[in-house]
T-cell receptor
């Protein structure tokens, strides 16, 4: 079993929809949770960062961490065609800088 | 700032050949990471350095892989001899203070095809 599981998609939604992306993990020691966005043939770039549990909002993006369920989510409101990309969750422990990535979910927002 | 610079962007080689991938991190960053991305396995950490010193190389698949960081502005990942299963996109990333805010800055990757 992988440490971090993520549905690969693809997920196809119409413009303006609310998108929900999720990851589950098995290691309860993970404390840092991130979402990266990767456009085709580019490197990943950081979207959201959360330490421990709770919610964080940044514009149209909201990240949620539920450590009791070992489950993290990224919500995108009013999705735009420019949001079409692969979204990777990532996490690490306090004691290590080793960032473990999910396999990524491909999102397509149709105009 | 120029960002993380990787070369070559694309490499096609034959099985058994030596491959060298290069990375220039962002100036001032003290951590450097090498990742490999494939459809089957996603993004896997191969090795990371702190202040030019290798800290964790547990992700290096086997002895055919080696990485060096001779100075703060340059790192190489070498595969010798290469095999078809090494075909992947190799990313270099750098960060300040180990990316405590989660921010690793990735290069655009080196796409390797081994025939």
């Amino acid at each position: 079993q992988k440490e971090v599981e993520q549905d690969p998609g693809p997920l196809s939604v119409p413009e303006g929809a609310i998108v929900s992306l999720n990851c589950t993990y098995s290691n309860s020691a993970f404390q840092y949770f991130m979402w990266y966005r990767q456009y085709s043939r580019k490197g990943p770039e950081l979207l959201m960062y959360t330490y421990s549990s709770g919610n964080k909002e940044d514009g149209r993006f909201t990240a949620q961490v539920d450590k009791s369920s070992k489950y993290i989510s990224l919500f995108i409101r009013d999705s735009q065609p420019s949001d079409s990309a692969t979204y990777l969750c990532a996490m690490r422990m306090d004691s290590s800088y080793k960032l473990i990535f999910g396999s990524g979910t491909r999102l397509l927002v149709r105009p | 700032d120029a960002g993380v610079i990787q070369s070559p962007r694309h490499e096609v080689t034959e099985m058994g050949q030596e491959v060298t991938l290069r990375c220039k991190p962002i100036s001032g960053h003290d951590y450097l990471f090498w990742y490999r991305q494939t459809m089957m396995r996603g993004l896997e950490l191969l090795i990371y350095f702190n202040n030019n010193v290798p800290i964790d190389d547990s992700g290096m698949p086997e002895d055919r892989f080696s990485a060096k960081m001779p100075n703060a502005s340059f790192s190489t990942l070498k595969i010798q001899p290469s095999e078809p299963r090494d075909s992947a996109v190799y990313f270099c990333a750098s960060s300040l203070l180990g990316g405590r805010t989660g921010e690793l800055f990735f290069g655009e990757g080196s796409r390797l095809t081994v025939l």
